[in-house]
Structures are given as structure tokens and as C-alpha cells.
């Protein structure tokens, strides 16, 4: 084979290798930094997969009263105390619990479930003013009964106070932490089949549904 035919063979097949060298190259590089960025994801994840607490205190007043009634209705017991309570009220979310998937082929990451908020109520009970008598004395059943009205009220003061919105920025904050890194990476962060948008996350999580 003549000399300048070998080079030109020579020279083809060196390049033909380059090329496919650097479409290796470059195909690596592809594939690691797809694992790096569902890594990333994956680890901010994990650093948010924490309790979010929120606590508050509440206090009231109330009466308790109780009437028996004997022979017929005609002789009464009525036995009544004044109810000082304090409560110290924690409203939490789990995001240990925080479930989702990730979709490398369409860079999607999406949250399957946030669970609920967890609210506990820790309330002390002081008695004040106790009347009572022989036909109709205080029991264990009162105070039980004096408990599940107390916590009831508190409930019911916990879902129309700040504390649980408060709560809930909380809970929009640590997300937001998710949607500022997969944004950063050309990602998607959906929940509940929509986009999730720094301007639209309240409204795509839903105050109401969280």
C-alpha cells in the first residue's frame, strides 16, 4: 500500500476515534451530571425531613356546673367550680413523612403527600370556688368531662388564631427550600399535578389542604 494512502487511513481512523472519544466523553459527562443533580435533590430532601413545630400558650376561664335531680324531680344536688386553664399548644409537621417522586427523564420531581398537621394540646386545669354537697360530690368523670370540653374550646381558639398559619409558613418555607435548588438546576417541582412557582406556592399547596 503506498505511503500517502496509509497516512490518509491513519489520519480517518484517528479522527473517526477522537469522535467517538468525545461522544464518550460527553455522554459520561451527561450521565453524571444527571446522578449529581438527582442527588442534590435527593439531599435537600433529607435536609428538610425534619418536625416543624410552632407552639403557643392559651389561657381561659370557665364554669363548670352539674345539677342531679331526686324524687321525682322535686329536690335538686347542683355542684359548680370556676375553671382557670393554661395551655401550652404545639402545632407540628412531620416531613419525614414527606413523600414524592423523581422523574430524571423529564427533570420532574413530584410530591405525593404532605402529611397533616399534628396539633397537641397540653393544658393545666386549676379549681377555683368548688361547691358541692353530699347528694352530688365531684368525681373522676367530671374532671374527664371538664378535660375534653377544655381541649375542645382550645381546639376550636387553635384553628381560628395565627398560630396555626404560622404554622403553616413554616411548613411553605422548608418547601421552598426543595423549589429554589430545583429551579437552580432547570428542574420542576409539581404537587397535586400542578407546577409549583415561588409566587404560586400557597395557592398550588392550598392553606386549606395542608
Not at 443533580?37 to 364554669?63: M, R
Not at 344536688?77 to 413523612?97: M, P, R
Not at 413523600?99 to 420532574?108: C, L, M, P
Request: with cysteine; aromatic share 8%; net charge neutral.
Amino acid at each position: 500500500m503506498r505511503p500517502i494512502i496509509k497516512r490518509t487511513l491513519y489520519a480517518i481512523a484517528a479522527i473517526v476515534l477522537a469522535i467517538l472519544l468525545f461522544r464518550y466523553c460527553e455522554f459520561k459527562k451527561d450521565d453524571t451530571t444527571e446522578i449529581d443533580e438527582t442527588a442534590l435533590i435527593q439531599t435537600q430532601i433529607k435536609n428538610v425531613s425534619k418536625l416543624v413545630v410552632t407552639e403557643g400558650h392559651f389561657a381561659e376561664v370557665l364554669t363548670y356546673k352539674d345539677t342531679q335531680r331526686y324524687f321525682l324531680n322535686i329536690l335538686s344536688a347542683e355542684k359548680k367550680a370556676i375553671v382557670i386553664v393554661n395551655a401550652d399548644v404545639t402545632v407540628s409537621y412531620d416531613l419525614s413523612q414527606l413523600q414524592y417522586n423523581i422523574d430524571e427523564a423529564s427533570k420532574t420531581i413530584t410530591i405525593t403527600n404532605i402529611s397533616k398537621e399534628e396539633i397537641k394540646i397540653n393544658p393545666q386545669l386549676k379549681f377555683y370556688d368548688i361547691q358541692q354537697n353530699g347528694f352530688n360530690e365531684f368525681s373522676g368523670d367530671d374532671y374527664n368531662k371538664i378535660n375534653d370540653r377544655v381541649k375542645k374550646s382550645l381546639r376550636a381558639k387553635v384553628e381560628k388564631s395565627s398560630l396555626k398559619t404560622n404554622a403553616q409558613n413554616r411548613l411553605l418555607s422548608e418547601l421552598s427550600k426543595i423549589l429554589i435548588l430545583t429551579n437552580t438546576m432547570g428542574w420542576t417541582l409539581q404537587y397535586n399535578g400542578q407546577p409549583v412557582q415561588e409566587n404560586s406556592m400557597e395557592k398550588v399547596f392550598g392553606k386549606s389542604e395542608l
